[in-house]
């Protein structure tokens, strides 16, 4: 989904040292590109998705990968409270007037989605959109979910990965290097559904389509999984 500038939630943030490329790196991923995220992925062709992902919540409800809080407007009232993961502390700033605004109530709890600072069976659901492709280790991070969801409880995710076209793919897999220096650790080519697949969780709906803009970031998988 995402164009080669932009970022995705739940990047990790590089480390920082006075002076030199890596205080240059720390500044560009803490701050900037939330920023730039916040612009490009405030799309209404995305909020649709957003709005549909997030349909069937309710209770407890953690995000991972909380962001600018984009999908703040779309919670259910039947919604509890949210709990909010994510490395870049700037959204929060960028979040406060949604956040504000918005009759559920939300705490962040941390900034690592695969360490989540919760107990397991401790949530009813996950929220989790255009994220995973940033997490250094996606099963790990799928398998903390699976860990503090509640059973019964499910997964309700959008992201953007691999294709299924072998020339788009290859396309991903050669720019993937790049896309993860400019966009915040993004990876174009990840399989999301082999990875919701192996999760553990049981996957009980999964749509595959191209979003809006080019084929390369657009391949798109949305659904919900459960914990049985």
């Known amino acids: 989904m995402a164009p080669p500038l932009a970022y995705e939630p739940g990047t990790p943030r590089y480390g920082r040292i006075t002076g030199g490329h ?3 790196m720390g500044f560009y991923v803490d701050q ?11 799309r209404r062709d995305l909020a649709v998705i957003r709005a549909r992902v ?24 039947k919604v509890a409270r ?32 695969q360490a989540l600072p919760l ?14 492709c940033t997490v250094p280790d996606a099963r790990h991070a799928l ?20 294709s299924p076209d072998p020339e788009v793919a290859r396309w991903q897999d050669r720019l993937t290097p790049l896309q993860r220096r400019v966009a915040g ?16 969780l049981t996957v009980t709906r999964m749509e ?4 809006q803009g080019p084929k390369l970031f657009g391949y798109t998988y949305e659904g919900t999984a459960a914990k049985t």
């Open 143 to 162: 398998g903390e979910i699976r860990r503090v969801l509640r059973p019964g409880g499910s997964l309700h995710f959008a992201e953007h990965g691999r």
């Open 208 to 211: 595959n389509y191209y979003a």
């Open 22 to 24: 890596t205080s240059v």
């Open 54 to 77: 997030a349909a069937g919540l309710r209770g407890d409800v953690l995000e991972v990968g909380f962001g600018s809080g984009l999908n703040v407007p779309y919670y259910p009232p």
């Open 82 to 113: 949210v709990r909010a993961v994510d490395p870049a502390t700037i959204g929060r700033k960028l979040a406060a007037r949604r956040v504000a605004a918005s009759p559920v109530p939300v705490e962040y709890i941390g900034l690592d989605g």
């Open 185 to 200: 650790g993004c990876h174009l080519n990840r399989p999301i559904g082999q990875l919701m697949t192996d999760s553990g």
């Open 32 to 42: 900037l590109v939330p920023r730039v995220n916040n612009v490009v992925m405030n």
């Open 119 to 132: 107990e397991p069976d401790s949530v009813d659901h996950v929220l989790m959109t255009w994220t995973l």
